[in-house]
């Protein structure tokens, strides 16, 4: 089960931390990865974080301005998130991807979090 948090109300500029607690499960298994979706558009990747956090991947959008991490030993990873836009409005989602190769297909992954909001406003 995946849990996020985190999200708010900010201004443009701003910053934001998100974190997705994984219980029931060995973290350490898995890759990790979070995805958003804004009203009327699909969900789409934004991060993504190997089972050691030795490889990571973002979103040409959100690159130098977001940090994926991740904490085994707390069943934890985390989305920093500084210099947000309006465009980053949207819910995120973390999700869990068996077997720790990280990966940008949002298909790949098996579990999901019930999202959080994030709003920036301008």
């Known amino acids: 089960q995946l849990q996020a948090s985190g999200g708010g109300l900010v201004q443009a500029g701003g910053s934001l931390r998100l974190s997705c607690a994984l219980s029931?499960?060995?973290?350490?298994?898995?890759?990790m990865g979070w995805f958003r979706q804004a009203p009327g558009k699909e969900r789409e990747f934004v991060a993504a974080i190997n089972w050691s956090g030795g490889t990571i991947y973002y979103s040409d959008s959100v690159k130098g301005r977001f940090t994926i991490s991740r904490d085994n030993a707390k069943f934890s990873v985390d989305l920093q998130m500084n210099s947000l836009k309006p465009e980053d409005t949207a819910i995120y989602y973390c999700a869990a991807k068996r077997g720790g190769v990280a990966a940008q297909d949002r298909v790949r992954y098996s579990y999901w979090g019930q999202g959080t909001q994030v709003t920036v406003s301008s």
């Open positions: 029931g499960r060995t973290i350490s298994t898995y890759a």
